[in-house]
């Protein structure tokens, strides 16, 4: 079974820059697609990028973070990164990485299967 654990963020000015990763542990990690989420105080955890399973491989956006956030992965590292530029106050939230199996990039919450325990990321205006 692969663990995910996330590392980065911390305290950014609007407009800024910081990089997400989010390092795999144990299993295989190239059967996993990886999906990066976020959850703002009060609000419902959000999709934030996913990529497919090879590095280079497909990718999504959500369109809140399309342009800004660019979402890699190095297989051999068994590392998901997930640069963001641009920041804004909004962007604020607790990021997760999440993992699933099978076909298909994961957009919502109920199709991951592994999930880190989340790094804040906190966009000062």
């Known amino acids: 079974q692969v663990t995910l654990v996330e590392s980065g963020g911390g305290l950014v000015q609007a407009g800024g820059s910081t990089r997400l990763s989010c390092a795999a542990s144990?299993?295989?990690?190239?059967?996993?697609?990886v999906t990066w989420f976020r959850q703002a105080p009060g609000k419902e955890r959000e999709f934030v990028a996913a990529i497919w399973r090879w590095n280079y491989g497909s990718t999504d956006y959500a369109d809140a973070v399309k342009g800004r956030f660019t979402i890699s992965r190095d297989n051999a590292r068994k590392t998901v990164s997930l640069q963001m530029n641009s920041l804004k106050p909004e962007d604020t939230a607790v990021y997760y990485c999440?993992?699933?199996?099978?076909?298909?990039?994961?957009?919502?919450?109920?199709?991951?299967?592994?999930w880190g325990q989340g790094t804040q990321v906190a966009v000062s205006s």
């Open positions: 999440a993992g699933r199996t099978g076909s298909g990039l994961a957009r919502s919450v109920g199709e991951c299967k592994i």
């Open positions: 144990g299993g295989t990690f190239r059967d996993y697609a």
